[in-house]
């Protein structure tokens, strides 16, 4: 997510670079591609501003002699669409935990992914009081996350999908 010269926000998929924060980690560019072209789609975004192809509209004028494409709006309009696809985003990042071996057989392993992000990881021995979701998460030690963690946990997930277990309305702290 950027924004260019003439004050347009814009989408893109790209490989991670340092500095940058993504909006959304994918593990293949086709998969950022599929939904970057679902959010086009969705919220009337131009694919040429989402350096997608070119934009099928921005060359079609109607009958009022108005160019068709959403990029022909003033730029505070088209990045309007642009925040809706973005809290679009937001609201469909899950949340989740997965729960392994531990290191003994007493404990087992967890890793938190909250709002699409890694939040932490830890141990949680067998005897522990946890009455809750949220003294699961509040055992973890936390960590910052980063692309290359979410790969890892993205990539562990489409191996044993059955081990992420979504959570829903637990609070950040």
Known sequence: MYEDDK???????????????????????????SKLRELV???????SLCRLSSCELCDLVD???KLLCTSNQPPDIYNQKVERALSFLKEDEQGYYI?????????KSCIWVENGSFYGMGYIDDAA??????????????YNGNHYIMQLIISYICKYPRKAVPVNGVAAS
Do not use: W
């Not at 790209?14 to 560019?29: A, L, R």
């Not at 789609?41 to 694919?47: A, E, I, K, N, W």
């Open 7 to 33: 004050g347009y926000r814009r989408m893109a998929i790209s490989k991670s670079k340092k500095g940058h924060t993504p909006v959304q980690v994918f593990t293949t560019q086709q998969g950022g591609i």
């Open 129 to 142: 009081d946890i009455y809750s979701l949220e003294d699961v998460r509040d055992s973890l030690t936390r």
């Open 99 to 107: 729960i392994d071996k531990g290191r003994y057989a007493n404990e």
């Open 63 to 65: 009958k009022e002699k």
């Open 41 to 47: 789609r969705r919220f009337g975004l131009c694919s």
